[in-house]
């Protein structure tokens, strides 16, 4: 308590010394109604790095168009500005830690990282077009699960093998299996069975050919329908034995559509608005 109050003594300070250069003038309403441009920016967004030896937070100190991420150490407790290369590298200040807060799982540009908390270096899990989200370990941590899609994965900490552990589709009931659930078409089907020696044998060819072929394949997750609705927080159970998501209908709705004469382009443009009631 004692460091983060001393860091905001420190800023504060900061603050003070440009808003007394603008204090040397008389005090007037045009001064008055440049709001923070005339008072100065006060820092915003405060947050820890995961080793929580260093405070970041947006701060605009030299009056430009935009706020830019400072930092300041617990060592030196001068703020310095983060630069692109430092922030493009820069690890998530959130993120899923094992139970002894060693290590901490974190997702980034659609990407998954593992960050060791003491030597404060990342290894990169996945680097993909695809987005993996909500990483988390396993019980034993052991194994990093993560979302990718709708879908759940797995991927082994010592041996590096990414497992799919289910297999979620939005579809629909098949044309097909729906007509067949109706008993006057299984009724009709099974006496064109009957009746046609070669449609039968052909169907028991092909059921054992099937029966072949996925025989031979690896074990995958089995199939879940979830419907045409959108999946998310998906979560496994510790057991690995039973899943649970939320399921999203989207509604059908309108939306207002708005006319921009002033554009960069010089030409009209739609601006869509809130959804008619």
Do not use: C, H
């Not at 923070?36 to 006060?42: D, Q, V």
């Not at 260093?54 to 605009?60: P, S």
């Not at 030597?119 to 988390?136: D, H, W």
């Not at 010592?158 to 629909?172: F, Y």
Request: hydrophobic share 30%.
């Amino acid at each position: 308590m004692k460091k983060i109050l001393i860091i905001i003594l420190l800023i504060t300070g900061s603050i003070s010394n440009i808003s007394s250069l603008y204090g040397q003038s008389s005090l007037t309403i045009d001064k008055i109604m440049q709001g923070e441009k005339f008072t100065g920016y006060s820092p915003t967004t405060p947050q820890w790095s995961p080793a929580g030896n260093k405070l970041y937070f947006n701060w605009n100190p030299e009056m430009e168009q935009t706020p830019s991420l400072y930092s300041v150490s617990l060592k030196n407790m001068k703020p310095e500005k983060v630069t692109l290369e430092e922030k493009k590298n820069l690890t998530s200040f959130s993120g899923t830690y094992n139970k002894a807060r060693t290590k901490m799982l974190y997702s980034k540009n659609g990407d998954l990282f593992l960050l060791d908390i003491k030597s404060g270096t990342s290894k990169q899990i996945t680097s993909t077009t695809a987005i993996e989200t909500s990483p988390v370990f396993s019980k034993n941590e052991d194994r990093v699960i993560y979302q990718s899609g709708n879908n759940l994965f797995s991927w082994d900490i010592a041996s590096g093998t990414v497992t799919q552990l289910t297999e979620v589709r939005q579809t629909r009931e098949r044309p097909d299996e729906a007509t067949l659930s109706n008993p006057n078409d299984k009724w009709l089907n099974n006496s064109e069975m009957f009746l046609i020696k070669v449609l039968a044998e052909r169907k028991d060819k092909r059921e054992k050919a099937e029966k072949e072929a996925k025989a031979l394949l690896p074990a995958r997750p089995k199939e879940i329908s979830a419907g045409s609705g959108m999946m998310r927080a998906m979560r496994l159970s510790p057991d690995n034995n039973y899943l649970t998501w939320s399921n999203m209908q989207r509604g059908e709705e309108k939306s207002t559509i708005v006319p921009s004469y002033v554009t960069e382009s010089g030409f009209t443009e739609d601006i869509r608005s809130r959804s008619k009631v």
